[in-house]
């Protein structure tokens, strides 16, 4: 590889589950900018089945829109000199592998076994079965159910520290007896995650370390009211990320193309969201929700965490959406009325052709119900998992141990965040920024201030690693092309009579007025920050307590100002199917988010 | 840019089909390179390692799990018959012993001193690969499998339930936009595969499996259908496995749509040959279609279409795979190369497209499929 000074022109693929887009940046007058941008369907599937295919394809279009040469046949040329054809550096990220499933076993159903469900849940998971001692099963019951899932990872758990270990072995015993077989690659084994009682590691070792992948963390249950997800969480996430990613077929021949080694695309993105938080030290929540995967990055209280949805996503996980969310539920952010069958349907063909696009206004406001949910999902899990550091743990009192509802105090706040920044195919590409701005709203349900920001042509991932090799031309590129400025968002909390009057904002000698349940946008250009007073009704509150002012900065974007007085905990939607529309029609008219028909 | 990269979907007259046929773990390979094999002919073999049994071995026997094995009259390894004793206790002056017979026959696999089970294995089983189609043997993968090779006709579907199956196909739709009809699926259906039209519905596909019907290939279905009939909502595209007695192999898509022609002509010309079908499918990384195959002579010359590899261009015939409009053939008669503002207000590629009739109308280039001839 190049000397960073010698590097001026610079090209980066991300290889999506659905889209490979590839980008190139070059140093014009001192300064790192993206020049073009080509995209075209990932080739994973038949007759292709090989990344590097799509990968081409987008570099021809790069090709093509800057007017330069650089593949020789299917060689990427790495120019000598800082002239001529050619680039001086080639990187990629990939998460073109698609979602996860596992089989959790603990040792009793409502303890371990539960913990350990939700710790694979809350990495993103399906799970497909839950084994536990007491589930009333027949060991060879257990043992076919294994076999024949073949599920693409086991998580196994079971006593507390230094407790006895007969039962957890018992568990191990029939994995062992199952000889579990994964669904790819003859090869490679069955990678088991255990983190049960630590004084059964050598039994547990003796048991299944010839037969699968065991990697031993700690104790997801060290005592009975203590529970410690994180290291078993932490753990299925990166195998998940390496097995995602070896699973995509090619994925060694765009291996040995790139100069650096592929990143997965949530790491990179993620690097970039924790590095906004520490520079600017501000509180962030960052998402990309991609065709199979939605990631979730957060940096609250100088914590980074984040999660991949792995089944969450806009066109191959599309109906995984449906089922977690509800057909009723991505039904209430559709502007008109809708046949269920019909809904069913299109999201159904979605599903089955993934890389296909809305060409009409009704297809695309579905699309964007159906990223309300999953974006709404993604953060519901996120926040279960974002719960801090290792040693971070929820106590449990002996009464509620056996009454478990949640894992533990998230770090997320939806008031104090300053800054979500959106990414993915669906935000990034929607025709309106504003749409963009509506769909994070929505999912999110931001309080307080919060500035909204999206990911211009979807190029975070790409920038991400980047930034590990050159964060000069990150940086500059990230700046300048990539993060687009919304405008802030204004929502009080609280609920209030519907057109009572919620929230008076005054800055520059002008006052704006709205009521409870509208929402609207105050024009206020790009770049440009202004002091305001903010005022709330009585039983609404910005932050500084209910019917308190608040005095704030309030920064424009190429959608201004966003109020939303829709009221929050809870934000409520009509039941009633005429007044639902009704309301949606309204919004989107004040936001003027649509074009009219 | 001349033309474009559209997955598509192989309907395909002749080709030449290969299907690697593999056991599931190492066995026995019965073919070699060149033999000829009918679909129904088995071509490996291997021995599934039996189902397993555990025993409470201390507990039964009333003593702590370390002293239990002291109580065996087996070892580990041995052959055991159902009902043969194979651990007592002592008792007291050879009174009040405690036998334990076997509950299964089979082989003594482990014995745990720190659980206290005993682990017994049943014999193994037989697991046996058939060829699925008509063909030569082309490759043989050691101790695992074949590849098996014939000139075919090859039709993907979209979207399929239920696995492997072979049996005689049927045209029962009288036209591709055909309902089909209660009445349609008669007795004499059993054992085979039914060629039909435009949709499905799950109160068909229980009369398909009441009568015996082991497949059924049609153009679409509605989700909610389909949801009744597997009795849940599939989430994750990972099908294949289901056991419903019926193996349904969707053309098209969801709802009622129409089969192309020409996937419906060259099923038509097949009535009555006899089909190998799977409704296997996976949409995720390396994508998995179901399909339809109905083999040739093994000597029959085919000529393999190099659409595929050429991707879209002017004259391509395409099919529209998203609303409005879904389903419908016809041809590329332009290919502007700069992006154009559609409804929704995006930015995109776009096609010109005409209709059978001669309409024009300008939509994505995602959302068509290329047909290849």
Redesign the interface.
Known sequence: MKEKDQITRILATDCG?TTTKAILIEKRENEYRLIVRGE??T???????DVTK?VL?AIK?VE?LAGIKILDGDNIIKREKSEGDGVDIYISTSS????L?MMVAGVVDKMSAESAARAALGAGS?VMDVIATNDKRM??ER??RIR?LRPDMILLSGGTDGGT???V??LA??IQ?A?P?PR?G?GYKLPVIYAGNNKAVD?IKERLEKKTALYIVDNLRPTLEKENLKPARDKIHDLFMEH?MA???GYRKLMDMTDVPIMPTPGAVGLLIETIGKRDKIEVLGVDIGG?TTDVFSYFQNTFNRTVSA?LGMS??I??V???AGLKNIMRWVPFHMD???L?????????????????????QIEQAISREALRLALEQHKTMAVGLKGVQKERTISDAFEQTSTGETLVNMLTLNLIVGSGGVLS?A??RVQSALMMIDAFLPEGITMLTVDSIFMMPQLGVLSTVHEKAATEVFEKDCLIRLGSCIAPMGNIKEGQEAVRIKFDDKEFVFNFGDMGVIPLELNKKVKAVISVAKGLDLGNGKGKEVEAELEGGVVGVIVDARGRRPFVLPENDNERVEKLKKWIKALNVY?EK | MAHSYTPGLKVTEKAIVKKERRLPLKGEVLVKVGDLVKADDIVARTELPGDVERLNLAGKLGVPPKEASSFLKVSIGDKIKKDQIIAESKGFLGLFKTSIPSPIDGIVENYSDITGMLTLRKPPKKVEIDAYVNGKVVEVIENEGIVVQTPATFIQGIFGIGGEVKGELKLVAKSPDYVLTKNDITEDLKGKIVIGGSLVTSEILNECVKKGVIGIVVGGIDDKDLKDFLGEEIGVAITGQEEKGVTVIVTEGFGQMTMAKKTFDILSKNDGKRASINGATQIRAGVMRPEVIVTYDIDTIVEESKHAEMGMDINSIVRIIRQPYFGAIGKVVGLPSQLQKIETEAHVRVLEFEFEDGKRIVLPRANVELIEE
């Open positions: 589950s075209a369907p080739t994973v599937e038949a007759p292709y089945e799509g394809n279009e093509e073109a592998g698609g979602g499933q399906i060991d060879h043992i076919k024949t270990i007969t039962h072995v018992q015993e029939i007896a000889d077989k790819f003859a039994e995602v699973q995509a077929p199979a089944n191959y996980s109906s995984n449906v089922k977690e269920e069958k019909d069913r349907n299109r999201i159904r063909n979605k599903m089955i052709r993934p890389t296909t696009i809305p060409s009409t206004l009704d297809e695309l590409h025709p309106r074009p």
